[in-house]
């Protein structure tokens, strides 16, 4: 009889149990020293192991032959607990058995001896289902149970379970298991069962789990059905979510204003089955994640792959983090939407998206505070003398000392103390500062222009009196050299206090060593 991966591979003693070990060591070694207490209070998210462990600890307290805190898994009360055999270890469910009546009963039952076990113990699942009648009959026995009563209450919403109660149980809170706790028990629970498991889709299906080892091992079990390699891909396709690529290009063309892609990217998650909500969902978190990566704390708080992370990079380039608050807001408030109306989930869907592209079509706060932020960086622009709604003409006839010689003084370094004190002035190459702050002031007045902005960067000569906008390619340097592309760039630097005088200052070039300061010396 075939048997659910979860359960075959539920941990029997203490040591096995992933991602718990402030827990688990502190429950051993009470066991260990027969110091366990009359009460616990085991609280977390689902699949954390809160059952398991009270599960490990009935049989850990009732072992005829425990070693170091753990239960030995092969002795009568052991084998009893496992098979279920026993009457002394009671696993109730409080979401069926809510009412004062049953606990009734419970607290007259537990005035009587274990039939064969040392302990009686009292596994009340999801306890915060119980009524407050059921809360108040369970106060007295809890506080001062007999001797070989045990009770372990375990909850997914602590905040439900009244404080009389929670100040009489020794209370332990379950995390969520790391994502990398979670493809290890996956990676080799896939080994012993022959699942041809790929580390991507391990990461994907961990990821999906959202911190929960049953759900994961579940999630595995039901992409193994399909008798195929197990690869990111193929866990996208069994559970309906979006591949982090998708979500990179439905950002893109949000900042493109790409309506066309848009519709198109809710059309086939419709005609393939998929459910908006689910795709709404992945889009939001891939928001929240650009919103750590603006912030410049994703490698400590993201757990993506390089190339997710890679995608990650290029897609929060394109907005500024206002825009990515009001676009979050608007996701959200859509996902509520669609909660309640089910059956106008596409509609909902391409509305929000048609109101991230223009924030005029929405009425909100966050809508207005946008268009505002447009209006005062053009009244910047008109204060400074600049027109906002014509380019300026570069003129391509002007002339500059030879940009061969723009690193003189950074790349000749000084061979005397006499050479130093005949300088008069300092002379070198700056990078500037908060580049990734311009780029996203371009990408806010011209998305075309500020997504070829990506992997740029920009220096000042102080001996030129010039600017280099330092891109990857010759591809980037053509798209970008116009008259109308440098002065979107020109207007950003200028609502960025960058002192530009003209447009003739700024100078598109090719990287074409590592080091941007040494390699300008060699453009044209």
């Given at each position: 009889m075939h048997q659910?991966?979860?359960?075959?591979?539920?941990?029997?003693?203490?040591?096995?149990?992933?991602?718990?070990?402030?827990?688990?060591?502190?429950?051993?070694?009470?066991?260990?020293?027969?110091?366990?207490?009359?009460?616990?209070?085991?609280?977390?998210?689902?699949?954390?192991?809160?059952?398991?462990?009270?599960?490990?600890?009935?049989?850990?307290?009732n072992c005829l032959n425990p070693k170091d805190g753990n239960p030995c898994n092969e002795c009568e009360n052991c084998r009893a607990i496992d098979t279920g055999s026993t009457t002394d270890v009671i696993e109730m469910d409080a979401a069926t058995n809510t009412g004062v009546d049953y606990i009734r009963d419970l607290r007259e039952n537990v005035m009587y001896t274990p039939a064969m076990l040392k302990k009686r113990v009292?596994?009340?699942?999801?306890?915060?289902?119980?009524?407050?009648?059921?809360?108040?009959?369970?106060?007295?026995t809890i506080e001062e149970p007999p001797e070989h009563v045990l009770y372990i209450f375990a909850t997914t919403?602590?905040?439900?379970?009244?404080?009389?109660?929670i100040s009489r149980c020794q209370r332990f809170e379950f995390r969520r298991i790391t994502m990398k706790s979670l493809v290890e028990r996956l990676m080799y629970i896939a080994k012993n069962e022959?699942?041809?498991?790929?580390?991507?889709?391990?990461?994907?299906?961990?990821?999906?789990?959202?911190?929960?080892?049953?759900?994961?091992?579940?999630?595995?079990?039901?992409?193994?059905?399909?008798?195929?390699?197990?690869?990111?891909?193929?866990?996208?396709?069994?559970?309906?979510?979006?591949?982090?690529?998708?979500?990179?290009?439905?950002?893109?063309?949000?900042a493109e204003k790409n309506y066309a892609k848009l519709f198109e990217a809710i059309n086939e998650v419709v005609i393939s089955s998929k459910d908006v909500l689910v795709f709404f969902a992945d889009l939001t978190a891939f928001y929240r994640d650009m919103m750590v990566q603006k912030s410049n704390v994703a490698k400590d708080y993201l757990e993506l792959l390089p190339s997710e992370y890679k995608l990650l990079e290029d897609a929060s380039s394109l907005f500024s983090m206002a825009t990515l608050i009001?676009?979050?807001?608007?996701?959200?408030?859509?996902?509520?939407?669609?909660?309640?109306?089910?059956?106008?989930?596409?509609?909902?869907?391409?509305i929000t998206l048609m109101k991230m592209c223009d924030p005029r079509l929405s009425d909100s706060s966050d809508a207005l505070l946008s268009r505002l932020s447009v209006l005062e960086d053009k009244i910047t622009l008109i204060s400074k003398g600049i027109t906002v709604d014509t380019a300026a003409t570069v003129d391509e006839g002007s002339t500059s000392e030879s940009d061969d010689d723009i690193l003189a003084a950074a790349s000749e370094a000084p061979n005397s103390t006499e050479a130093n004190e005949e300088s008069k002035q300092p002379e070198g190459i700056t990078e500037l500062e908060y580049w990734d702050e311009i780029i996203s002031k371009v990408v806010e007045k011209?998305?075309?222009?500020?997504?070829?902005?990506?992997?740029?960067?920009?220096?000042?000569?102080?001996?030129?009196?010039?600017?280099?906008?330092?891109?990857?390619?010759?591809?980037t340097e053509h798209l970008l050299n116009t008259d109308k592309n440098k002065k979107s760039i020109f207007d950003a630097m200028l609502l960025s206090e960058i002192d530009i005088a003209s447009v003739n200052q700024l100078k598109i070039v090719v990287k074409k060593g590592k080091d941007i300061l040494s390699d300008l010396d060699e453009f044209e």
């Open positions: 659910a991966l979860y359960r075959k591979y539920r941990p029997n003693v203490f040591d096995d149990v992933y991602g718990q070990e402030h827990i688990t060591s502190i429950l051993r070694y009470e066991a260990m020293r027969g110091s366990v207490s009359h009460a616990y209070l085991f609280s977390g998210s689902r699949g954390t192991g809160k059952t398991t462990c009270a599960k490990i600890l009935a049989k850990s307290v009292y596994i009340i699942d999801e306890a915060h289902m119980l009524s407050d009648s059921a809360f108040n009959a369970l106060l007295k919403e602590q905040h439900k379970i009244p404080a009389t109660i022959s699942i041809n498991l790929t580390e991507d889709g391990a990461t994907l299906i961990a990821k999906t789990a959202q911190g929960g080892m049953r759900d994961a091992i579940s999630l595995m079990e039901l992409c193994a059905g399909s008798h195929k390699e197990i690869t990111s891909n193929l866990v996208n396709e069994i559970l309906g979510t979006s591949s982090y690529e998708k979500m990179y290009n439905v950002a893109k063309s949000i009001y676009h979050a807001s608007l996701l959200d408030d859509a996902y509520a939407n669609m909660m309640r109306n089910p059956t106008g989930k596409r509609l909902c869907a391409e011209d998305a075309p222009t500020g997504s070829f902005l990506r992997g740029s960067s920009c220096c000042y000569s102080q001996k030129n009196q010039r600017y280099y906008l330092v891109v990857p390619n010759s591809f």
